[in-house]
């Protein structure tokens, strides 16, 4: 795993991203996304994970604009919105992303959700986005393992990410396996279970021992299960202490224990009943 907040991890088709990353799940776009990203980005994230449904793209572009980083030094994320599946819809959701976020390229363009029978049909237009170089890598988002075996057997360019809900309440354990040996990359969001987990008995405990905050023993736990993460918090000093995971490691016994918690609780929806 990586050993600072800059370093990378390599996807299957070459192109480096990094590990830690921020997200901007539900922050308000104007000011609130923008003061986030840049304080995000003076800590030293380099990857900003953001989607069209998140209607914060604006904020995100202009934090990107001010904040004195090289756009090349940066990967950027978003995905297509629910309903915009389809070919045409999803060149066009594209384009609308890139305008509002005010780039020339995304490096990774997710399908924000599978749905019920779209998605091969949306994959298509992302294999073509990824083929005129105007993203440099391509993804998926929610994807149970029937979703992904469908797509492989149905595309001609294989995903490098599988964005899911994962946290030590919903360890997805199948999922991630099946994404090992097809070396699909699993990003987790909702790391820390909405805030649910920061009062854990078992957290608060290996925190104490280790004088570090729930958060952190969180993170960590996902960057030592080779996990890409995206926390999120529009607090300064929580931006930067989430980025403060590379001082200590936990033991295999506690990652046992977390791992132990896991009672296949979402927070978010089930793909399996999210239709449109």
Not at 43 to 66: H, K, L, P, S
Not at 97 to 119: A, F, M, Q, T, V
Not at 210 to 227: E, F, N, P, T, Y
Request: charged residues 25%.
């Amino acid at each position: 795993m990586i050993s600072n907040i800059g370093e990378t991890i390599t996807l299957h088709n070459g192109v480096k991203m990094p590990q830690l990353g921020f997200g901007v799940f539900k922050v308000k776009n104007g000011n609130e996304t923008v003061e986030s990203v840049k304080k995000a980005i003076e800590v030293g994230y380099r990857a900003i994970d953001t989607a069209a449904i998140y209607e914060n793209e604006e904020g995100v572009g202009q934090a990107i604009r001010e904040c004195g980083v090289p756009r090349e030094e940066l990967f950027i994320t978003s995905k297509v919105w629910n309903t915009e599946q389809g070919y045409e819809t999803t060149l066009k959701a594209f384009e609308n992303s890139l305008n509002r976020l005010g780039l020339e390229y995304l490096d990774l363009y997710l399908i924000h959700w599978p749905g019920k029978d779209k998605y091969l049909e949306t994959w298509r237009a992302l294999e073509k986005l990824y083929k005129d170089g105007k993203v440099k890598s391509i993804g998926v988002s929610n994807f149970h393992v029937h979703h992904l075996e469908n797509l492989l057997a149905n595309s001609e360019v294989k995903p490098v990410v599988n964005q899911i809900e994962l946290h030590p309440l919903l360890t997805q354990v199948e999922i991630r396996d099946y994404c090992a040996k097809h070396e699909i990359k699993v990003e987790s969001w909702s790391p820390l279970g909405r805030g649910n987990l920061l009062e854990e008995p078992t957290i608060k405990h290996i925190a104490k021992k280790h004088g570090k905050s729930s958060a952190q023993v969180l993170i960590r736990w996902h960057l030592q299960h080779d996990l890409v993460v995206i926390p999120k918090s529009i607090t300064p000093s929580r931006i930067k202490e989430n980025a403060q995971v590379f001082d200590f490691s936990l033991s295999l016994n506690e990652m046992n224990q977390i791992d132990a918690l896991n009672r296949n609780e979402r927070f978010g929806s089930n793909p399996d009943e999210l239709l449109f």
